[in-house]
């Protein structure tokens, strides 16, 4: 999608492992969402950021952590990659803190063996 | 727990036929909007419904909202071929930090030519 791209787009790791997934974005927009996909789950909301260094839990936090050190980029982590965390990652920004909505990017197909 | 809820969550028409689809919330909200998702793809914006508005229109989608039902309504009028897709509803709640917006479930529309 226009102004945010996700990278890598595909990736396979091992239990134990950790992945870093990227999230980078042209648009200058102050705030900044990870969401994982599961099948009967829909989008559920990681961690978020509203500025750098400024970042929050969503629901589902446990065994991701992200960071933030500019504004274009916005990283999510996961520490020791377990076959649950297998999902497709989403990123997404949006301009403004009320009443905007939301550009998603293409997403990141993570598998976990 | 996801704040909003779709119904049906499968839906089946005729090319030509108009398509709604149903949004249950659960708590007080800023807007609801709805995003579309073609299989593969990230997320599209559709509209935004702020809580003090009750209808909406943007093309052939018209949005409603019930903030005394707790629920909201997405219509397709004269549905196309491309209008397959699953689509999500989303509430945003009131923040101090960010706006957080959290997606139903889904509701996944196909067209029959």
């Known amino acids: 999608d226009a102004g945010i791209t996700q990278s890598p787009r595909h990736k396979v790791t091992e239990t134990g492992t950790p992945v870093t997934l990227r999230c980078h974005q042209t648009e200058n927009h102050r705030y900044m969402y990870w969401y994982r996909q599961d099948p009967g789950h829909g989008l559920r909301l990681i961690h978020y950021?509203?500025?750098?260094?400024?970042?929050d839990k969503g629901e589902v936090s446990d065994g991701y952590s992200v960071s933030r050190s500019k504004t274009e980029d916005f990283l999510l982590t996961l520490e020791s990659a377990t076959s649950s965390q297998t999902s497709v990652y989403f990123c997404?920004?949006?301009?403004?803190?009320?009443?905007?909505?939301?550009?998603f990017g293409s997403g990141t197909r993570l598998t976990v063996v | 727990s996801q704040q909003g809820e779709e119904d049906p969550q499968a839906l089946s028409i005729q090319e030509g036929e108009n398509a709604t689809m149903n949004c249950s919330y659960k708590?007080?909200?800023?807007?609801l909007q709805w995003y579309r998702q073609n299989s593969g793809r990230g997320l599209v914006h559709l509209i935004l419904?702020?809580?003090?508005?009750r209808e909406k229109h943007s093309g052939r989608l018209r949005v409603t909202l019930d903030t005394s039902k707790k629920s909201s309504s997405l219509l397709i009028t004269a549905s196309r071929a491309a209008d397959t897709a699953s689509y999500f509803c989303?509430?945003?709640?009131?923040?101090?930090?960010?706006?957080?917006?959290?997606f139903g479930s889904g509701t996944r529309l196909s067209i029959r030519p």
């Open positions: 419904i702020r809580s003090n508005e």
């Open positions: 997404a920004i949006t301009a403004g803190q009320h009443n905007y909505g939301y550009t």
């Open positions: 989303a509430t945003a709640t009131p923040s101090s930090s960010a706006s957080k917006i959290i």
């Open positions: 950021s509203y500025g750098v260094k400024d970042t």
């Open positions: 708590t007080s909200i800023n807007n």
